[in-house]
Nanobody, 112 residues
Framework: VQLVESGGGLVQPGGSLRLSCAAS????????MSWYRQAPGKERELVAV????????DYSDSVKGRFTVSRDNAKNTLYLQMNSLKPEDTAVYYC??????WGQGTQVTVSS
């Protein structure tokens, strides 16, 4: 199993970023997928979940209405569109599949 995140960076408050997670080594379309994040000094928290076919999603209250999780099963890729970013969204973002499988993370920094 390999999960490789990309798309992080430095963005101003109110800006947008789209994260991607390229998956390989398993049948991507069969599994629900998740995005987590971990801010400095804080525990890792669940941000968004999407069902295997993409028809069902769920979000933490802190990102609901601003973030959108999606997937392209033909490309074995998971996405997280982040809009109206706030400084408190600063964290390392990870994609995850069921089991002990995590990506290496991508840093998102929201700052002016």
């Amino acid at each position: 199993v390999q999960l490789v995140e990309s798309g992080g960076g430095l963005v101003q408050p109110g800006g947008s970023l789209r994260l991607s997670c390229a998956a390989s080594g398993f049948t991507f379309r069969k599994y629900a997928m998740s995005w987590y994040r971990q801010a400095p000094g804080k525990e890792r928290e669940l941000v968004a979940v999407i069902s295997s076919a993409g028809g069902s999603t769920d979000y933490s209250d802190s990102v609901k209405g601003r973030f959108t999780v999606s997937r392209d099963n033909a490309k074995n890729t998971l996405y997280l569109q982040m809009n109206s970013l706030k400084p408190e969204d600063t964290a390392v973002y990870y994609c995850k599949m069921p089991g002990p499988y995590w990506g290496q993370g991508t840093q998102v920094t929201v700052s002016s």
